[in-house]
T-cell receptor, first 114, second 117 residues
Framework: GDSVTQMEGPVTLSEEAFLTINCTYT??????LFWYVQYPGEGLQLLLK?????DKGSNKGFEATYRKETTSFHLEKGSVQVSDSAVYFC?????????????FGKGTHLIIQP | DAGVIQSPRHEVTEMGQEVTLRCKPI?????LFWYRQTMMRGLELLIY????????DSGMPEDRFSAKMPNASFSTLKIQPSEPRDSAVYFC???????????????FGSGTRLTVV
């Protein structure tokens, strides 16, 4: 079946450091890929998405590129802030349209220290 | 719109009791999803509805779990009888469906933290 694998956390960085959170997936067909973010005590929020190979999703300084050849969708940010501390989830939609339920990775807890 | 609204935010119950979790999706969203989040298993899709009709309940762990959506603005997830291993955070999410699900993503509620003692 479909699956998403993320790097284990927590990931602890200093403010202004470069961030990479790895994500790889297994799916048949051509899934859409997403990153969601969860702040403490809240539900998940869509951070960015990509629907086809070589697409780059971006939002709030975060970026991720859909790499079909390596089945990856790594999340990056050039300079993190304390406010970026949260749990980040990589997810896919096997149907591409997202209307059949998303498959999530287990999440990566990011801690940014001042 | 106030977003996806879940109640209660926290629920503590004794083993064997019935628990009902509630969700009000965003008006106009055709899809509603119930997820369970635990440290060990992460986020698991339990069931989802399209236009109030259950489409896939293969993620429901066992017969003790049931979900209904009597109308477009309300859904419940019921556990009867509850067990300590049901302790988790339960999320409800809604989406417009089709391309809208990709463009706007799913909108999640704040979750219900269930503790069964």
């Amino acid at each position: 079946g479909d699956s998403v694998t993320q790097m284990e956390g927590p990931v602890t960085l200093s403010e202004e450091a470069f961030l990479t959170i790895n994500c790889t997936y297994t799916a048949t067909g051509y899934p859409s890929l997403f990153w969601y973010v969860q702040y403490p005590g809240e539900g998940l929020q869509l951070l960015l998405k990509a629907t086809k190979a070589d697409d780059k999703g971006s939002n709030k300084g975060f970026e991720a590129t859909y790499r079909k050849e390596t089945t990856s969708f790594h999340l990056e940010k050039g300079s993190v802030q304390v406010s970026d501390s949260a749990v980040y989830f990589c997810a896919l939609s096997a149907s591409g349209g997202g209307a059949d339920g998303l498959t999530f990775g287990k999440g990566t807890h990011l801690i940014i220290q001042p | 719109d106030a977003g996806v609204i879940q109640s209660p935010r926290h629920e503590v119950t004794e083993m064997g009791q019935e628990v009902t979790l509630r969700c009000k999706p965003i008006s106009g969203h055709d899809y509603l999803f119930w997820y369970r989040q635990t440290m060990m298993r992460g986020l698991e899709l339990l069931i989802y509805f399209n236009n109030n009709v259950p489409i896939d309940d293969s993620g429901m762990p066992e017969d003790r779990f049931s979900a209904k959506m009597p109308n477009a603005s309300f859904s419940t997830l019921k556990i009867q009888p509850s067990e300590p291993r049901d302790s988790a955070v339960y999320f409800c999410a809604s989406s417009p469906g089709g391309a809208g699900s990709v463009v706007y993503g799913y909108t999640f509620g704040s979750g219900t933290r269930l503790t069964v003692v």
